[in-house]
């Protein structure tokens, strides 16, 4: 039987779990299309895209076989192997097949999954999000664009190697304007594209931003720090002794009353104890 760090060494993070699986979804995709597409630059464009995925899957295979506290049944009995092949371009289905079997062994439905997944109200999730319609947008921008772009007149995007750098300088919101689109189509994927580096761009620098303060050292208190500090001091140390004060009056009027409790007490018991004639 499975202990509980071997049944979710593969769900971890179901953030990133969930990102694995849209990417490689996003893969078969591209493998698909770029069977059945006519246009080399449109095949070009999607096999660089997936060879980029591919050393994503390396790193996340990698991290968990490394987290993996046995790592030859991590291998055999937890499917490593299918997870292995699935790194292969022509065979990213094995890696999908590897998820149904990993949930299937975990226990687990692929509704249970999604609900543990967290977007709103954290930045790594809304962070991969983004990030994974950024990948999305990013390769069909370019496919995109040379289709608009090549051979239209008076266009400067003719080639894939310009297309790619028009796409890395808009989605970077740096706009140097060597190339850029000269076509109605071509300047609306052109205004999506700068959206979402605006929105990637936002995210991270909000996700970094959040990482730091919960990393951030607690400083000491230090009442000489500021005017504002030493009034703020010496009104809570005034609101603490005048509880303090109340509490010892409160006090002194308790013990009076347990005093004269007793003493009533102790005044029945002599009376109950009188002897009768």
Do not use: C
């Amino acid at each position: 039987m499975n202990t509980a760090s071997e049944q979710n060494i593969a769900f971890i993070n179901p953030n990133w779990s969930a990102f694995i699986l849209l990417i490689t979804l996003l893969s078969v995709m591209n493998t698909a299309v770029g069977f059945v597409s006519p246009l080399f630059d449109a095949k070009l464009v999607l096999g660089m895209v997936n060879i980029a995925i591919t050393f994503i899957l390396w790193a996340d295979f990698l991290y968990l076989l490394f987290k993996s506290p046995d790592k030859k049944h991590y291998m055999t009995r937890e499917y490593g192997w299918l997870s292995l092949l699935g790194t292969i371009p022509y065979f990213r289905f094995l890696k999908i097949i590897w998820f149904w079997l990993t949930l299937r062994k975990n226990g687990r439905t692929l509704r249970e999954f999604l609900s543990r997944i967290t977007v709103r109200q954290n930045a790594e999730g809304t962070l991969l999000l983004v990030l994974f319609i950024s990948i999305v947008v990013f390769e069909f921008a370019i496919v995109f664009i040379l289709d608009f772009e090549e051979g239209a007149p008076g266009s400067n995007i003719h080639s894939i190697s310009d297309a790619v750098w028009w796409a890395f300088v808009t989605v970077a919101t740096v706009g140097y304007g060597d190339k850029y689109p000269v076509t109605i189509p071509g300047r609306i994927v052109g205004i999506l594209l700068m959206a979402v580096g605006i929105a990637l761009f936002t995210v991270i620098i909000g996700s970094l931003a959040e990482w730091f303060q919960k990393r951030q050292p607690v400083r000491p208190f230090s009442p000489d720090a500021d005017p504002d500090t030493n009034n703020a001091v010496a009104e809570i140390r005034h609101l603490l002794e005048q509880h303090e004060k109340t509490n010892q009056q409160t006090i002194a009027e308790l013990k009076t009353r347990l005093t004269q409790l007793e003493a009533n007490l102790k005044e029945r018991g002599g009376l109950n104890n009188r002897p009768t004639n």
